[in-house]
């Protein structure tokens, strides 16, 4: 690689999702109607897409997988030609697209969703034993709405959802009506910020929503003093979760408002308007973040450290990742990087290890493995390896020696404020440091941590 790579342009289609996405329009809006049955695992689905065309078009082609599309209108006429090919939804428009022209796409499908397999396993749609999860990081948005499955391109979306009595429905955004009608109920939300595909999620289970208010009293974990705080005009946040587990959650998430607090401090305003944490009856592998919520399993509502760690990781991502989301994959330190890092932040303010010696032990242990793997290029396979996570971090964290406390979380701030709902780069963040930082060259600081396999001296 040359010593330019950090200040080069994310390329227009992306290697590492390559059959997925189309650059040649953008989903300005997406509207599902979702009705879903539980025993029967029976998905119907109508999906409008408002979109622009990006160049002259004849085609448009959407990613759908598993899924049967029964009826495509576009502005509103039946479409005569549509076929389902591999992984995609081909539709030929009966007059071609301009650049620059909106237009209006309604499809009509149906079908038995589940999870897509690949390099990264199953992504998707999957059932619980008594609901459903998706989780869509990278690429399994396409396993339950028909879309343009690509990181750059962000949208709003309106998103309902019909299933059985006494199940909820937890979407992204605001929840803003529920009905119920003889043994179905439907929940419907606004996600007005732009989001990405892949964030797009519906979870389903035996779910109460409950308010998680900040604790009056807290205790300094260095002193073991215990003291009353005042009660703060905090993000709203909320835990949705079966009556059976409302203590053990309460219990796991106790920290989670002073988590946000210090993410607040460090990262400036929350992205968004409320946060919700999923906390489903079955145990799971990982947790993982959608825009404005995430989702844990019973397992990791514990007091431990490793627990409370993923708990912070998920709720930093709202900022790094959800609000502030890679243009490429490529880039994906952006997100996990800056998510270990906010772990460490927190490990600090919590009292339970420094940053300074979180930053030691992880190079310690990255010294004692592999060093063949570019972290701002990782490749597909391996854009989810844990050196991307750690070695991310330690390269956030040559950037705060490098500038020092003030200026480095002077920097965050800025780069979540000005980037605010939008696609990022390594290249943009490289050129946002050295703006906002006088005398820093970024480009410098990065390139032996993202560029150079071989791992740097830790300063």
Not at 132 to 160: E, M, T
Not at 342 to 369: D, F, P
Not at 402 to 424: N, Q
Request: hydrophobic residues 40%; negative net charge; proline residues 4%.
């Amino acid at each position: 690689m040359s010593r330019t790579e950090p200040g080069t342009p994310a390329l227009a289609a992306d290697r590492y999702t390559l059959h997925h996405g189309s650059t040649a329009y953008h989903v300005l809006r997406y509207e599902l109607d979702l009705d879903y049955s539980l025993g029967s695992n029976r998905l119907n689905g109508r999906a409008t897409l408002r979109c622009m065309a990006l160049e002259d078009i004849g085609t448009v082609v959407l990613d759908l997988v598993g899924l049967k599309a029964s009826k495509i209108l576009v502005d509103g006429k039946k479409v005569q030609k549509f076929t389902s090919r591999g992984e995609h939804l081909v539709i030929t428009v009966r007059d071609r697209l301009r650049a620059g022209q909106t237009f209006l796409v309604e499809v009509r499908y149906d079908g038995n969703p589940k999870p897509r397999r690949g390099l990264w396993g199953e992504v998707g749609w999957e059932e619980l034993d008594d609901g459903v999860l998706v989780a869509g990081q990278p690429n399994g948005a396409a396993s339950w709405f028909p879309c343009n499955d690509h990181p750059r391109h962000k949208s709003s979306y309106l998103i309902s959802v019909t299933t059985d009595d006494n199940y909820r429905a937890v979407c992204n955004g605001r929840l803003i009506s529920h009905s119920r009608k003889s043994s179905r109920e439907t929940w419907v939300y606004e996600q007005s910020e732009p989001m990405a595909s892949y964030l797009a999620t519906v979870q389903i289970g035996r779910y109460r929503l409950h308010r998680l208010s900040p604790s009056l009293e807290r205790e300094d974990a260095r002193t073991g003093h215990r003291f009353l705080a005042p009660r703060e005009s905090a993000v709203p946040q909320f835990v949705a979760v079966s009556p059976g587990l409302l203590s053990e959650a309460r219990e796991g998430l106790a920290r989670q408002a002073d988590m946000m607090r210090t993410f607040v401090d460090c990262f400036g305003p929350y992205p968004f308007t409320e946060y919700t944490a999923v906390v489903t009856d079955d145990e799971l592998e990982i947790p993982l973040e959608a825009q404005t919520l995430s989702i844990f399993g019973r397992n990791h509502m514990e007091q431990s450290w490793e627990a409370q760690r993923l708990i912070a990781h998920e709720l930093s991502h709202q900022w790094f990742g959800n609000s502030l989301t890679v243009s490429s994959w490529r880039d994906i330190w952006l997100h996990e990087g800056f998510a270990c890092y906010a772990e460490w932040i927190w490990s600090e303010e919590a009292g339970v290890m420094s940053v300074a010696n979180r930053a030691k032990a992880a190079w310690r242990k990255l010294g004692v493995t592999a060093q063949d793997l570019v972290i701002g290029d990782p490749g597909p396979e391996l854009m989810f390896d844990d050196r991307v996570y750690k070695r991310g971090a330690l390269a956030l964290h040559a950037v705060r020696l490098a500038c020092g406390d003030t200026a480095f979380f002077g920097l965050l701030r800025h780069w979540t404020e000005t980037k605010r709902h939008s696609s990022v780069s390594t290249a943009e963040f490289v050129v946002t440091a050295n703006s906002y930082v006088p005398g820093l060259d970024a480009a410098k600081v990065l390139w032996p941590w993202l560029y150079q396999a071989e791992l740097p001296q830790l300063a």
